[in-house]
């Protein structure tokens, strides 16, 4: 009979699995030593997730939805992800147009904490120049671990497959909506279709790396697979892997910039993870609706609005464990705007889970997850991105947090979702404001600014360059006039994510 702790591993790994967005090679043979060294394998705690390539000693180039899958390190070296060299992943950096669904500008670089010896076993990719192009009906070859069916389990060495450049005109007919700047390849009857794991990996054409798997179909029907046309992005992949090396050397910055100054400046903050997307609670700003579509209003037997929350998967919410007290029953889904929720989806809640170590809002471990009684769709609706363990946030980052809590002390909830831009604050300020302070939390807002969280607002996100990396926990005294008033604090998610997986590979 399996041990518990065996269950509990298979059921984590199955959960991982399924929320990867990449793929085996059907029809594919495999890799031969001495072929195609520049291949990577990105891989987390459960092991292989996405393909990639060596582009520079210390890059690899892979897709931006990739991610989601929490990378922690590169294999290189080898065809077989059992031998090949270890490289952890010291930064992340996502091109900051990346979109979902479909993907756009889907592309990732992946910093390495160690410069990789380049040599007989490893090599990096020659890319294209940005003149040029390729034709339809080129030969040219996708190579990956993925699987080889649906449902399938990722292979042990890397094969290889040949597939046919396919001109964008017949692309697009057979794809309803297709992003700018991509190439289309495969698929006939013979032509593979790529499922979990080749996500990530290199469209190689006369040895050059033209595109990148960014998305495909898990259907039965023949359409094309689509890669993004690396010879669009070569500034940005040249300029950010440039910042990132430069940083350390160049430390002063002219108050006065030139706008070329200005563009390395905002790569240099792309290569630190200091960016945010999106907007405003307290001097906030309302939402626009294609923005943080990950927001969750959790809402009472009367259908009041009484904590927020965000989709984590396609069955779970996250929020706040104390809101646990408001007694929500449902949440809605797909709308900012709380009078026209019928626009969204209204989900009820199926069972919740607090954090087993929570006793008290004061005492920490604030965090609990709220199954829903069936999946959440498109339409407006978005999974947030997870915080991967090699990201720091440091004070004074600008982040953003968000509700449809209260504007003012004593004030009541509003109707139209609301964001705010807080700085970071750093954790022995905050003690010393505080006195007592949990473990594993976030200060940020609030304490000498006008802006924060109220009311109405616990258990939404703290949002740091599109990623959650808190939760809304608690004030002091209920106060929202914060000129005068300690920080916000948040629960540090990523303290959390193990127990977030767990709970919900589980349930």
Known sequence: MLQPQIITVFLFHTFLQQTVTGSVIVNGHAVPAGEMQYMASVENLMGHACGGFLVSDRFVLT?????????????????????????????????????????????LL?????????????????????????????????????????????????????????????????????????ICAGESPVERRFLEGDFGGPLVCNDTAVGLLSFSTFEKKIVPNVFVDISKYLAWI??????????????????????????????????????????????GSIVPSDEMQ?????????????????????????????????QPVRVVLGSHNLKKSNNGQTIDIDK????DSYSGVDLGNDLMLLKLNKSSEGNGVNKIHFPT??????????????????????GVNVNELRATNVSIIDKKTCKEVW???????ICAGGYNTMKGFCQGDSGGPLVCNNTLVGIVSFNRRGNCTYQNEAPNVFVDVSKYTEWIFKTIALN
Request: net charge positive.
């Open 435 to 441: 006195g007592h302070l949990p473990d594993n939390i």
């Open 294 to 326: 990950y927001m969750a209003s959790l809402q009472n037997v009367y259908g009041r609005h009484v904590c927020g929350g965000v989709l984590v998967s396609d069955k779970f919410v996250l929020t706040a464990a104390h809101c646990f007290n408001a």
């Open 352 to 355: 919740i889970f607090k954090n």
């Open 389 to 410: 363990e090699n990201m720091h946030i440091k004070a004074h980052d600008l982040c953003q947090v968000a509700g449809w809590g209260a504007t003012h002390t004593n």
């Open 110 to 182: 992946l910093k390495l904490k160690n410069k990789v010896k380049l040599g007989k076993s490893i090599r990096t990719i020659q890319l294209p120049n940005a003149d040029m192009q390729v034709k339809a009906h080129d030969s040219c070859q996708v190579a990956g671990w993925g699987a080889k069916e649906v449902g399938g389990t990722v292979v042990k060495n890397l094969m290889v497959t040949n597939v046919s450049i396919i001109d964008t005109t017949t692309c697009k007919k057979q794809w309803s909506r297709l992003p700018h700047n991509v």
């Open 63 to 107: 897709a931006g939805h990739c991610l989601e899958d929490k990378p922690r390190y590169v294999k290189l070296g080898n065809h077989s992800r059992d031998n090949g060299q270890e490289f952890k992943i010291e930064r992340t950096v996502r091109h900051l147009s990346f979109k979902n669904k479909p993907y756009e500008n889907d592309l």
């Open 238 to 283: 040249k300029e950010t892997i440039q910042k990132c090396h430069s940083f350390l050397t160049h430390t002063h910055l002219s108050v006065k910039m030139q706008p070329g100054q200005m563009i390395a400046v905002f790569l240099l903050l792309s290569c630190l993870q200091q960016t945010v997307t999106g907007s405003a609670i307290v001097n």
